[in-house]
C-alpha cells in the first residue's frame, strides 16, 4: 500500500485524490491546505488539516498548488529525507528544498472543477533523482494511469509549453469564434461537430499532415475578405499572425 498526502487542495489535488481513491493498492492519508475552507469537500472522506506541523507519515507528499509558489513552499515543510513531488509541468525538480528527496508526478491534462475525468488515459510524467524513487511514483502512476512517462524536467517544461499552444491558445480562438458566431447571430454550435473532427484528425495523421484551410491553400482573396470582416484589431492580428505562420510552414508567400 502506497501512503499519500496531498499538499493543496486545488483542482489537481481533488482530482488526484478522487482518482486514488478508486484503487486498492493507494491511500490517501492526509489533505493539507493553507486555508479551512478549501478542505470542506474533503471533510468526512480523509484525514485533513490546516498545519504543516500536523502531517502524518507517508511514502510520497504531492504537492499541488501554484507554480510560483512550490520552491518557497517546499522550503517550509518540517520533513526530512522523505519523497516530495509536485506536480507542475513548468517547474525544474530542483526547484524543491534539498532536506527531502525530490521528484515530480505531472498529470499532463486540463482540469475543470465539477468535471469528472478518466485518468486511465492522462499521461502522467514522472521525474526522480534515484531508481528507487522512481520506480516508487510509477507505481502510484501505473496504479490510475495506463499513459506513464518518464521525462525530465527540460522535456517536462518543452511538454507544458506545446500543452500552452495546444489547449490555452486553442481553447481562446474557440472562444473567439463563439464571439464571432454571437455578433452575427449563428449559433456556436454548428461548429462543434468540425471540431470534433478536426481533434479527431490527429489521431491517425500529423497536424502537419491534417492542416486545411485558406492559409494553406494560399488563397489571398478569401484572406483578405476575412480579415475585412474583423473588426476587433486583436482578432485581426491574431489571424494574420497565424495565416503567416500556416502559409510559411507550406512555404508559400502573401
Excluded: W
Amino acid at each position: 500500500m502506497i501512503k499519500v498526502i496531498l499538499l493543496g487542495a486545488g483542482n489537481v489535488a481533488t482530482h488526484l485524490y478522487k482518482a486514488f481513491a478508486k484503487v486498492e493498492n493507494v491511500t490517501v492519508v492526509q489533505v493539507y491546505n493553507r486555508q479551512l475552507k478549501g478542505l470542506e469537500h474533503f471533510n468526512n472522506q480523509v484525514a485533513i488539516t490546516t498545519l504543516l506541523s500536523d502531517l502524518k507519515k507517508a511514502d510520497v507528499y504531492i504537492i499541488s498548488i501554484a507554480d510560483d509558489a512550490i520552491a518557497k513552499f517546499s522550503k517550509t515543510l518540517s520533513l526530512k529525507n522523505e519523497l516530495v513531488v509536485h506536480t507542475s509541468g513548468s517547474i525544474a525538480m530542483d526547484n524543491l528544498d534539498d532536506h527531502n528527496k525530490k521528484g515530480v508526478f505531472y498529470p499532463l491534462q486540463s482540469f475543470t472543477k465539477g468535471k469528472d475525468i478518466d485518468f486511465k488515459q492522462i499521461p502522467i510524467c514522472i521525474e526522480a533523482y534515484n531508481k528507487k524513487d522512481e520506480i516508487l511514483l510509477t507505481q502510484l502512476a501505473n496504479s490510475i494511469s495506463e499513459n506513464v512517462h518518464i521525462i525530465n524536467s527540460k522535456q517536462r517544461k518543452s511538454l507544458h509549453l506545446a500543452a500552452v499552444f495546444v489547449n490555452n491558445f486553442v481553447n481562446h480562438l474557440y472562444t473567439i469564434g463563439e464571439d464571432i458566431c454571437q455578433k452575427n447571430n449563428v449559433s456556436f454550435d454548428i461548429l462543434k461537430p468540425l471540431i470534433q473532427e478536426t481533434a479527431k484528425k490527429i489521431i491517425d495523421l500529423s497536424p502537419a499532415d491534417s492542416q486545411t484551410g485558406p492559409a494553406k491553400r494560399n488563397d489571398k482573396k478569401v484572406i483578405a475578405l476575412q480579415l475585412s470582416e474583423l473588426k476587433n484589431k486583436t482578432q485581426q492580428d491574431i489571424y494574420q499572425i497565424i495565416t503567416q505562420s500556416i502559409t510559411a510552414k507550406y512555404g508559400n508567400k502573401l
